[in-house]
């Protein structure tokens, strides 16, 4: 197998480094790459045939949901950030249940008792949320790559990643406006928060802050998504 791994080593360090050039600077290339190589050895472990797009396309999934099920595990939020993030998105849950609509961020704020520019620095302390929907992502594939371990998945964790992929685009359609259009710039048209921030008129750091919000606001309403194994 030591002669495979070598052959497909370069498909794991393109994914490692696709997938951390949308991190933090404290998440280091060469874990994910390391996972990404675990990744990479179940799937020519499963699969007799390791030539072809088939395998590489069924390679790249597995690859990239043992990268994925690494930044799961780390935790690398301070507690502090992290329970300023929980706190966000209770207030979240809270208002969306009162108000039946998307709060704003002054709404926000207010329901945790901060001021304005003290929830806004709290949105930039939770930066590593963005990997939450690179993880739950709209893509049906990724999804089952992430979650489906047979070769032969029966068809109720097919249909549950179909289920997740509407819960996922109807939560976006529910984000206010702006919110959508950030996401959609970033994960559509793959342009970085610079760029975004030059096509809004506002600066990286407003970006960011208005990413990691809506980022929050789908960590809420797919609550139980969140918590599948």
Do not use: H
Request: charged share 25%; hydrophobic share 40%.
């Amino acid at each position: 197998m030591s002669a495979e791994v070598a052959r497909f080593t370069p498909l794991v360090q393109r994914i490692a480094q696709r997938v951390w050039a949308r991190l933090p600077a404290n998440i280091e290339l060469a874990d994910l790459v390391q996972a990404g190589l675990i990744g990479l050895m179940d799937a020519l472990s499963s699969q007799e045939n390791s030539t072809g797009e088939a395998f590489v396309a069924y390679a790249s999934l597995r690859i990239r949901g043992s990268i994925m099920d690494e930044l799961r595990n780390q935790d690398w939020l301070p507690r502090r950030a992290r329970a300023k993030e929980q706190s966000i998105r209770k207030a979240i849950t809270r208002l969306e249940q009162q108000l039946g609509r998307a709060p704003e961020e002054e709404e926000i704020a207010a329901a945790l008792g901060w001021n304005l520019k003290t929830y806004q620095s709290a949105l930039q302390d939770t930066g590593g949320q963005i990997v939450y929907l690179e993880d739950l992502s709209a893509d049906q594939d990724v999804f089952a790559g992430r979650y489906l371990r047979d070769k032969t998945p029966d068809m109720t964790t097919i249909l549950g990643s179909a289920e997740f992929s509407r819960d996922l685009q109807g939560s976006i359609k529910c984000l206010p406006e702006r919110e959508q259009q950030v996401l959609a710039l970033y994960y559509q048209e793959e342009l970085t928060l610079k760029e975004i921030g030059i096509v809004l008129e506002v600066t990286e750091s407003r970006v960011s802050q208005i990413m990691r919000q809506a980022i929050l606001r789908l960590r809420s309403n797919l609550g139980d998504w969140n918590d599948a194994p």
